[in-house]
């Protein structure tokens, strides 16, 4: 009796819907239908884009979404002014280095941040959650002014670092406070005992941070490495003001210059295939790491 | 195992200095960066703004004059204006419309992990050649106003018509809330059903649940997509820059696209004003823009409290 009166469980029962719960009742349905029609919408824009690159002159003022002949020629058209070769270069070297400065910083000072102790260092990470709200555009002037004294001893033909990629590099060297933040994040995460047992067998801390923390914090270091990507890839600001020269200009300047390589209104179809061209390596990233990007983004916003 | 004698190590360098060694150690690469490339130019900036300064001869000193001429220059007013109403009309409509989709998100229908990836898609792809796009789908003879043609509206302008070229940036913008969708749609999931479960007991409908359950405690995520978003919006530059195209100088059709940081930009680079790059005008600028950030960045963390709800209070 008493076994059978302690198995006796409360019991909520949650209000019956009056409708079931399948793919076909009215709300749900309707919600669904308006998710495809915002799908639809989303993806306009870039389908958009994709049908204007192969339209020929004549094709662009009709509404087709399918060019009427299909002009792929217009990928080879788009390229026959300015220094797309040297632009590429510059922007793969620019985005190579600083990804490889910024990942290599970051993960170095978030682990002091994570797994050691010392005096002062909860107050500078303050200050470093502190630099994330900081808006860019105070250090940007008085950065250029630093940066157009600095010598570069004819490095890139210039006797100071602007007009070089110096000042787009060298920086990322110094880490980035919202990569240190996500990954000190996730660098707590990793049970003390592994490093433990490794401090116990001798090993330095430069040691414990290269061969176990490092590997464990593959996924974060995958998230972040994309952002770095993105950011380095597309960023516009940055070479605007340090590039002078047309042949060290980065695909992002240089597509600019383009739109008014031809006075007036740009050839739109060809404008549209050099676009498509200059954003590809990130769709592709993008496709093939789906999974760490939105892990990366929501990390991100749960914490804050 | 070793038979040798192991010799204690008393030094001064205990384990614990020896931690504090490495930590700071490997936070150098951050401290470094700090001194020479944020603390020491925001306080050379700051001397900077009090004087007049081209970086070929050295600066000269000019007390407030700076500032004064700010003040006195309409350009640096419109600037205000358009980044005003940019942050003030761009963002409640940002909340409201990403909420609402990462609530339609948050139910659960079949193939919501393609519609997040599309969702998402267009925030990766950002750089000039997106803002290409839009200036060619809101064209005047674009795709948006062929769609809208075929619903019998008359489409404006937009980045050719002054009273248009704010609004078609913000339509424009709306393209890119795929990441503010993402987090919320994690804040909803993070909402225990339990909560939904004892207001159905106690007879709520879907409406009152949203409006009781869910909005409260979406609050802190709107919170700081709404701090995060107004630092970031006070500081448009690439968009505009691109899109006044010949007339970056201007800020495009009527100064309508001048904002703040594109006028600093104009300043610092002797675009306008005077002849000549005017570094210490352009630290000037910095530094009031830095202020009003801060100031409004304030306000909205003491009107917290009103408004955010914490689960742990």
Sequence with gaps: ?304 | MSTQQIPVKRSWFTPARREAFNGWLFALPWILGMVLFTAGPMLFSLYASFTRYNITTSPQWVGLGNYESIVNDDFFWTSVYNTFWMVLVKLPIVVVVSVGIALLLNIELPGEKFFRSIIYLPNVLSGIATIFLWQWILAPNGLLNRGLALLGVDGPGWFVDPDWTKPGMVVMGMWWIGGNILIYLAALKGIPRSLYDAASIDGAGNWSKTLYITLPLLTPAIFFQVVTGIIGTFQIFTTAYVLSGTDSATGGPGQSMLFYVLNLYNRAFGRVGPAGFQMGYASALAWILFLIILAVTLVQLALANRWVYYENE
């Design chain 1, 1 to 304: 009796m008493a076994e059978q009166l302690s198995t006796l469980q409360p019991v909520t029962i949650p209000k019956q819907e009056s409708t079931p719960r399948t793919i076909l009742s009215p709300g749900r349905f309707w919600a669904w239908l308006v998710l495809v029609l915002l799908a639809i919408v989303w993806i306009a824009p870039l389908l958009w884009m994709i049908s204007t690159s192969l339209k020929t002159p004549q094709d662009l003022f009709g509404s087709n979404w399918i060019p009427n002949p299909i002009a792929w020629d217009n990928y080879v058209d788009a390229f026959s002014f300015g220094m797309w070769e040297r632009w590429w270069v510059n922007t793969l070297i620019i985005t190579a280095v600083s990804l490889a400065g910024v990942v290599l910083s970051s993960s170095l000072v978030a682990y002091s941040f994570a797994r050691l102790r010392w005096a002062g260092r909860e107050t500078l990470f303050k200050l470093v959650l502190a630099t994330m709200m900081l808006p860019s555009i105070v250090t940007l002037i008085p950065q250029f002014i630093l940066f157009a004294r600095l010598p570069a001893f004819g490095l890139q033909g210039s006797d100071v670092w602007v007009n070089t990629f110096l000042p787009l590099t060298v920086p990322a060297f110094t880490a980035n406070a919202f990569y240190i933040f996500l990954l000190r994040q996730f660098m707590r995460g990793i049970p003390n005992e592994l490093t433990e047992a490794a401090k116990l067998d001798g090993a330095t801390e430069f040691r414990t941070w290269a061969s176990i923390i490092l590997p464990l914090s593959k996924p974060a270091l995958a998230a972040i490495s994309i952002f770095a990507f993105q950011g380095a890839w597309q960023d516009f600001m940055g070479p605007l003001i340090y590039l002078q020269s047309e042949n060290l200009y980065t695909l992002q300047i240089g597509l600019r210059q383009y739109e008014f390589a031809f006075g007036g209104s740009p050839a739109w179809n060809w404008l549209m295939a050099a676009s498509l061209l200059v954003m590809l390596p990130v769709l592709i990233i993008f496709l093939i790491f789906q999974r760490f990007f939105i892990e990366g983004v929501t990390l991100t916003g749960i914490k804050g």
